[in-house]
Nanobody, 115 residues
C-alpha cells in the first residue's frame, strides 16, 4: 500500500507561481513512477507531468516550459513547481504513484488562477 498526501494548492493571480508537494508513505520501494494529473470542471483528468524511478521526466505540451516536476528521495516527496500560471491551469491537481500492481492517488488539491 502507498499513501499520498498533497499540499500547496491555493488561489494565485495569473502569472504567479505555486509549488505542489506530494508526500508518499508506505511501500515506497514499490513506486516505479510518480506524476501529477489535473481535472478541471467538466473535463477529463489529464496528465500534467511525470517522473520515473530513474529520474526521467515528461510533461504535457500545455505546461512545458512553465511547470517542473522533481523528487526528493530523502523526503519521499514529489514536487510540481508551477510558474507563469494561467486561468486555464485552474483545476484539482492529483498526485499519482504507479506500482507493478496498481496506481495510487492522492485526495487532490485545488489550484485556482484568477485575478
Amino acid at each position: 500500500q502507498v499513501q499520498l498526501v498533497e499540499s500547496g494548492g491555493g488561489l494565485v493571480q495569473p502569472g504567479g507561481s505555486l509549488r505542489l508537494s506530494c508526500a508518499a508513505s508506505g511501500s515506497i520501494a514499490s513506486i516505479r513512477a510518480s506524476g501529477w494529473y489535473r481535472q478541471a470542471p467538466g473535463k477529463q483528468r489529464e496528465l500534467v507531468a511525470r517522473i520515473t524511478y530513474s529520474g526521467r521526466t515528461n510533461a504535457a505540451d500545455s505546461v512545458t516550459g512553465r511547470f517542473t516536476i522533481s523528487r526528493d528521495n530523502a523526503k519521499n516527496t514529489v514536487y510540481l513547481q508551477m510558474n507563469s500560471l494561467k486561468p486555464e491551469d485552474t483545476a484539482v491537481y492529483y498526485c499519482n504513484a504507479v506500482t507493478y500492481i496498481r496506481d495510487y492517488w492522492g485526495q487532490g488539491t485545488q489550484v485556482t488562477v484568477s485575478s
